[in-house]
């Protein structure tokens, strides 16, 4: 297990390697000096002052190097946990997306739990009753799930939860001390709409998923078996069936968390909630490209770990799969 | 009881018809051994109710969007003051039958609404309950009307005992009496009231004028000294007899037939024709648009003069050539002259009605020109009453309502769908193309390039999709210089970051084809690998390939809608329908406008989920073993 372990993040070197570069690239050819954007120009009237301050912020965020350089020097820097300076918020990166980092986390845990807790049911009584009045139910919900965008799901919560039954914030962050129990509860409050927002978008796509994988497994000749050697439905569908149905499952949630992870942006734009994706956008407004850059590559190094949970849970829920 | 129940059970079934396809298993094999496979497919999807509504849903949004664009071009440039935010509303000019019947005492419109007083003293107002103009006030239910004025959004009110009454919106008092005069209207008591452009004009018994509302100091320097009472050369009050006002000027016929033009635009002031000043010339009535002043003398000459934006006057072409727009039967024998705010319409004394100027709303089109007893023109509604029938022309409102320029909404959505409808099918074709190339030349050809492609494609993968899709969007949006650039590189982005599921698709079912023992035999014919690929191989991963293009289609619609909804996608003022909805960031659109985010909202999900519903059928169509998924 260990030496799969080994080997399979071994593996993903050369490709993290790639993908590191491609991003350096994107970002230097982005249009724009980011030390303009620091030091505005007409800030400082001396011409002289300002061109020295605008000589040590350049130096400062390491523009006066090579490319290769300043690609070597970035990439050991990431290493150390060094993500380098934000020239729009002024304060180290990693202080500007640490806490949207722990927020962007709670709404995406949430929403992929939940998620998962309906789809698995949903699906499989959706498998076992096929056709019945509550499997079309389900499928024309989740047909309309997927044909919808999730900021319009976003916005209709907020019109009626918000705007006319005035249960919910309509979005932004708690305002009370952090820490007491108030803070706490408001952010629960402030949680709910973002959360079930991305919950309805991925249940439209997980329902179908299970509910499809379900359905082949239920055609194997070895559930006639099961149901012929006289063993309980309960059983046949839970152990024998289901045990099967969850290979192909594994891989959806492992697709969704980089999926939900990257479309959180839109819906922590609507709600105003303050996580990666709305630091990504606002970052990229104004062309901070040391944040732009340590967000991609947190989302790369994300799709990457993704892939190796996938290969060790296929071995976890399927013992033919071996980890060799 | 039992009908009842017999009704719910045959409502069920249609109910349940609608959804679940009816089984037909007796000649499944009949039919495979004597249809082709293309047959079967489509008799198969053809056969699904899902897909037909998927089907109709789609050309209708086709029909909606690229149908209808071309007959409504996209004016970006028209916009109207008047009629911005109005919500949906398509009955500006169904006046109560009620009022026909009672006989039309008065007319008058404002911006997306009219007023009428029945002979009977009984007043109904129809059209846009814009600023609760529709909430008639108990009082003037009540009470017996003699006269109404439509304001542009305001309306008034005077029963037979002289009490007054406004209602409709008040935000610069223009619905109120103006406590400033109300002393001196106790000594000079108000004999005319009339509805300006969000203000209230008053003459009283004396002969003064008083205006009162929005922009009352803009309308020109004289009159910010309230009342306005117009003194000749000794000193001597000059009597008003009426006033009419727009947003910058004011217009006086005074009792000796005088006209006084006062206010900020100075061409209509400059170009008042000498008799009126002089006294030569007698007016007994007169008008204004937005830009125009029109006026009639005692003899029922007409006189128009001011901007020839509007086509009201006449002009001269670059040649010194006169172009005449006043049509000739209006310019005597007037009866009655009542304008709009772009276009004017003269009842003659023989009964003939002529209207010209600006015709961007219909305004133009008189149903009735001959017989007619009398006209009341508004805003951009019109009527006129004929042997005792309300005749009726001009805006009859807007469908799906406006936006904060005043233009018409439902263009804005034909327009944007059709760019966002494009965008998409771009955007897959190209992501269809890259996988099926990618997919194709790594499972056919297989070992070393097939590692390269694929480790090449898993380097793709690995962009989550959405945060890449932004920042390559911000960083390319910044080098695009033209609008059409910036639409193809929303394609572009779209279509590279998205092709990997497919190639691995196509690949996986390519690595299985490849040992089929066909490929084996055009192999052993000698075949080139170019045609193996192309004629023997590539057909046999067409299902994927459409699935894949439908199923994508609809998701690279959101996508797009995302990308724009967050300024990273196409660029306004080319309208998407993710742009258009971007206006929902908008607090104030957000809660009052919501026409402005819930349709192009509903667009989209008509759209994807049409485009859903055929993907879905497609698959169940094209592969007999996957009929459940």
Redesign the interface.
Known sequence: MLKFLGRRILSLVPVFIIISIMIFIIMKLMPGDPVRYMLPPGAIRDPEIYQRLYQAAYIKLGLDKSLPMQYLIWMKNMLIGDFGYSSYWRQEVKSVIGEPLVNSIVINVFSIGLAFLISIPVGIKSAVKKDSLTDRGWQVFSLFGMSMPTFFIGLTLIFLLASRARLFPYGGMPYEDPGTIGYYLSYFKYLVLPVTTLTIGALAGTIRYVRGSMLEALSKDYIRTARSKGLREKVVIYTHAFRNALIPVVTIMSFSIIGLFGGSAITEKIFVWNGIGTVLITALNNKDFNVVLVLDMFYAVLALLANIIMDISYALVDPRVKLE | MNTIKKLLQSAGRMFKRL??PEKDIRNILEEEALASPGKLVAKKFFRNKLAITGLIGFVFMLVFTFGLSIFIPLDLFRTSAHHANLSPNYSYLNFPKALEREGVSMIDSGDAFSIGLSDEGNVFVWGSNLEGVKDIPDAVKEANIVFISAGTRHLIAVDDEGEMYFWGKNHMYQASIDERYADDFLTDPIVTLEGGFDTTIAITESGSVYIWGTGTSIVGQPLRRSPYQYFDGEDNQIKAVSAVANSTNMVILLENGQIKVEGTNNQLRKDVPAGFLDGTIIGSKVAITEENVLAVDSNGNLYAWGSKNRYLIDVYDNQDQIIKYIPDGARTNVKDLQTGYEHAVVLTNDGKVYAWGASGQNQLDVPVTENVDEIFIGSYQNYLVEDEDIHAWGLKGFLMGTDESGRDFIVQLIHGGKITLTVGAVAVIIQVVIGTVVGLAAGFFGGRIDNILM?FS??V????????A???S??ML??ATTELQRIMIIMFVLGILSWPGLARLIRGQILSERERDYVLAAKALGIKEKHIIWRHIFPAVTSIVLVNLTLGY?GSL?TE??LS????GVQKPNPSW?NI?NA??DMKV??SY?WR?ILP?LC??VA??S???IG?ALRDAMDPKNM??
């Open positions: 959804f679940v480790r898993e380097i993968n690995s962009f989550p999709f959405l945060p890449f932004i920042t390559l911000a960083l910044g080098t609809a959101l809608a995302g909804f967050l300024g990273f993710g909805l929902a960031q957000f809660e919501w985010w909202g989209i999900i994807a989920l485009i859903n519903l879905d459940e998924r």
